[in-house]
């Protein structure tokens, strides 16, 4: 083939971009950086991905790619990029397929999540004379709301709750035209054609109408120290000034959450940093187009209303997610309080209705919009582990993206995994990828357990085709188990039901991006409680575990749980336990009966407990490392009932003087625990028994609260690090130096760290959770990789390490 002089080879190349590329401004963004190089071809959205045809010369489509892989669009994600060089031309000129069904071709849903505003909407919203100036809905290609006024695919605005708004001339011509930030932005709105504000007294009359006006208003209202509800993103949100203590407490009354903290939102990091310590990984995760909710340590007398967080030394911190915060807050001087729209124990509110009706009560004014919200999305919760950003609870910024399977899931079958029961989430895992849905509540209560039915039918009519598999928890009764046996049975599915701590550890793998091959893993798992085939409830776990199966190598040594659940809300029934379970009663009470707590377990029903223990009435066994949290809070007084799972252990991290742990000061008095080896009747126990002893000692002798703390943390941290040596040296060569932890106990800041740090002084590999919660929330995702290994004929290789077993 001859070339004309002068003339660089023409080539033509078909490129294939997978990964979160469509709804986030990728084909106009691919038509900018074409015509800047010079090359023709055009763009348009395929099943899952981008598609472009590329003609010209062969430096010019390498510079294209390079450019493309540097510096996509904000909400991007690539995952791969295919290259393939085709015979034959294309026309001049660069063009945007605009596909017949919008976004979506060939039936793969790809919504990208809520966003929060961008720099340039931001810019926009504040440059009078600019059309979108104080417009409170402001948003583009690259910001806004997306899955909460999704109500069918494809995603395009007659499937949202903007099909109320018609664009108008101005907002359309931004929407037709591939050069404006605009081009394709669903939800595109401006003053004069776009969603309104108003602010409203409960009784339903009208203070302010136009935009501008009632969030002027509603500011001043706070200002007085009135309680604002406000229409936001994924929900309603109820307000206070955050520096005003007796509004705050009114809010606390009002909404009847006792105990749990509130969450603040700040104009900027720089106001934050006033009240809290914020490190360069926390300032990003808050600047993050997520926008999350982020736990800061606390600063010392940071001057905010005490009730925000009742013995917590952090406080969690967002900036504006949506103009219309940003545009509330603009005057303050400090933060506010934001916190769920709802009443104890049900789900935010989303329908104007409902918020006049029960949130009424509640509030002074109501700030409201007439764009409705389709699907509910709290706000997320991060928090810094060790330099990583973690999730805590994973909701509005982060659902529905979808996250990578490990190599060799490829072709698994679609699964649905319908999570725990606790902080519950499901997941739908098809074609190597998961998509996990919002953190949705736990389902103790029938309005919870409807939005769990309602996100899941949601969920089903976008993102699935069909399950063919559904993966459940191995308890014998409990919501989500149910949901799922009966999707099973009427629609004659494969049910797999897989062990809680099994489906942690592999949670954490998958994360971690091991192949679905992977030779068995040693996984730490802690958390509050999962049911074990042998009916107790495990929850301090030492497991070798791979995709398929697992072996039980060891626990924390079980305790009786006198009262079953009621336990999990009177942690002193778990020190009881604990204590007698370590000492005999009588000569405990005797040694230490000036104890307080010693003293009033004396006014406690002791014989009850003790009978129950004896004869196993509603007595479960439990190994459960969040129970021992809950025995030791309770012993030194911090806490004898609780209001929600986990919160006397969190009250004893909180306790803890961390100049004290970060100098290993306390490291010669850390208590100890002890390993008890393999026996017949039991495997390998991490014992509590010597920890009780030095801790009730150093009751005796005064020592402070803050000490203990430390001295506990330490004590467990080298406790579980000694445990992982000695299961280490049992598995020899079938060990490969590294440790997967998960579980709900991790989210203890000081324990990770101090756990942490040991472990890799060693030398150890750790894999931990960052995208998905080590708590319940990731469980559905561990469940469904299980199920996908099963049904791809994944064989457990972890028994056959222990031939003689
Ligand atoms: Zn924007
Ligand atoms: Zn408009």
Redesign the pocket.
Same mark, same amino acid.
């Given at each position: 083939m001859s070339v004309p002089t002068g003339s660089a080879t023409r080539i033509v190349e078909e490129i294939r971009i997978h990964g979160i590329v469509q709804g986030v401004g990728f084909r106009p963004f691919v038509y900018r950086l074409a015509r800047d190089q010079g090359l023709d071809g055009e763009v348009r959205n395929e099943a899952g991905m981008v598609m472009i045809k590329l003609a010209g010369a062969m430096e010019r489509i390498e510079a294209f790619v390079t450019l493309l892989r540097a510096a996509p669009p904000p909400l991007a994600r690539i995952d791969r990029i295919e290259r393939t060089t085709l015979a034959g031309g294309l026309a001049r000129g660069f063009t945007i397929i605009t596909s017949v069904t919008g976004e979506i071709v060939g039936g793969e849903p790809a919504i990208s999540p809520d966003t929060a505003? *961008?720099p340039? *909407?931001l810019a926009d919203i504040l440059e009078p004379g600019n059309r979108h100036f104080r417009y409170p809905f402001t !948003? *583009?290609t !690259? *910001?806004?709301p997306r899955l909460s006024i999704l109500r069918a695919i494809p995603y395009d605005r007659h499937n949202t709750s903007m099909v109320d708004f018609p664009m108008c001339t101005d907002c359309a011509r931004e929407y037709h035209d591939p050069a404006d930030?605009r081009f394709h932005a669903q939800p595109n709105a401006c003053p004069s054609c776009g969603p309104r504000v108003r602010l409203i007294r409960p009784d339903g009359s009208l203070v302010s109408a136009e935009s501008t006006d009632a969030l002027a208003d509603a500011w001043a209202l706070l200002q007085r120290g009135e309680i604002l509800a406000v229409k936001g993103l994924g929900g309603y949100q109820l307000a206070c000034l955050g520096t005003n203590e007796a509004a705050v407490a009114r809010l606390r009354r009002r909404k009847r959450r006792s105990d749990r903290p509130f969450a603040l939102m700040a104009q900027d990091t720089e106001v934050v940093a006033r009240y809290a310590q914020v490190s360069k990984e926390e300032e990003l995760a808050l600047k993050s187009p997520e926008a999350p909710i982020v736990i800061l340590n606390a600063k010392r007398d940071h001057g905010l209303a005490p009730s925000i967080a009742p013995r917590q030394r952090t406080l969690g911190f967002m900036l504006p997610n949506t103009p219309l915060h940003y545009l509330l807050i603009e005057k303050a001087e400090a933060p506010i309080v934001l916190t769920s729209g709802n009443l104890s124990n049900e789900p935010q509110i989303i329908e104007d209705a409902e918020a006049l009706d029960k949130l009424g009560p509640i509030v002074e004014a109501l700030l409201v919009h007439d764009r409705a919200i389709v699907n509910r999305l709290d706000d997320s919760v991060v928090r810094v582990l060790a330099d990583q950003a973690c999730q805590i609870r994973r909701a509005r910024g982060y659902a529905p993206a979808s996250i990578p399977c490990p190599p060799g899931f490829e072709k698994a079958p679609e699964v649905l995994a319908l999570g725990a029961h606790l902080k519950s989430t499901f997941c739908l895992l098809r074609g190597g990828q998961a998509t996990i849905s919002q953190h949705i509540g736990d389902l103790d209560d029938a309005p919870t357990r409807a939005a769990f039915q309602n996100t899941l039918d949601q969920y089903l009519r976008l993102f699935s085709r069909d399950p063919e598999v559904v993966a459940i928890d191995l308890h014998p009764d409990m919501p989500s188990v149910r949901i799922g046996e009966e999707l099973a049975e009427s629609k004659n599915l494969n049910l797999v039901r897989v062990q809680h701590h099994h489906a942690h550890a592999v949670s954490c793998m998958a994360e971690n991006n091991l192949p679905l091959d992977i030779s068995p893993v040693l996984a730490v798992v802690l958390d509050g409680l999962g049911y074990g085939p042998d009916g107790s409830f495990w929850g301090g776990e030492f497991l070798l575990a791979d995709y398929a199966g697992y072996h039980r190598l060891g626990s924390f040594r079980p305790v009786p749980m006198p009262g079953g659940e009621q336990a999990i809300h009177e942690p002193w029934r778990m020190a009881y336990a604990h204590l007698t379970h370590a000492f005999t009663w009588p000569e405990l009470a005797e040694r230490y009966r000036t104890l307080p707590f010693i003293a009033g377990l004396r006014e406690r029903p002791l014989d009850t407990l003790d009978a129950m223990m004896k004869r196993k009435i509603n007595t479960p066994q439990t190994s459960a490392c969040g129970r021992l949290f809950d025995a030791v809070a309770a012993a030194v007084g911090l806490r004898q009932t609780v209001t929600y799972e986990g919160q006397a252990a969190i009250e004893f991290e909180a306790a803890a003087d961390l100049d004290l742990a970060e100098l290993g000061a306390e490291e010669a008095h850390a208590y100890p625990f002890a390993i008890k080896d393999a026996t017949a009747e039991d495997l390998t126990q991490l014992d509590p028994q010597p920890m009780w002893s030095a801790l009730l000692d150093d009751l005796d002798r005064n020592v402070p609260i803050p000490i203990i703390s430390v001295r506990f943390h330490i004590g467990l941290a080298c406790g579980i690090d000694e445990m992982i040596e000695h299961l280490a040296t049992r598995l020899g060569a079938a060990w490969h130096g590294q440790v997967a932890l998960s579980g709900g106990v991790f989210q203890n800041a000081l324990l990770f760290d101090l756990l942490t740090v040991r472990l890799r002084s060693r030398d150890i590999e750790v894999l931990s959770q960052q995208h998905l919660p080590s708590n319940d929330g990731g469980l559905a995702w561990g469940q469904a990789a299980v199920a996908a290994a099963l049904a791809l004929g994944r064989v457990s290789q972890c028994a056959s390490q222990f031939p003689d077993e």
């Open positions: 505003v *961008c340039e *909407c !948003n *583009c !690259n *910001c806004g930030r």
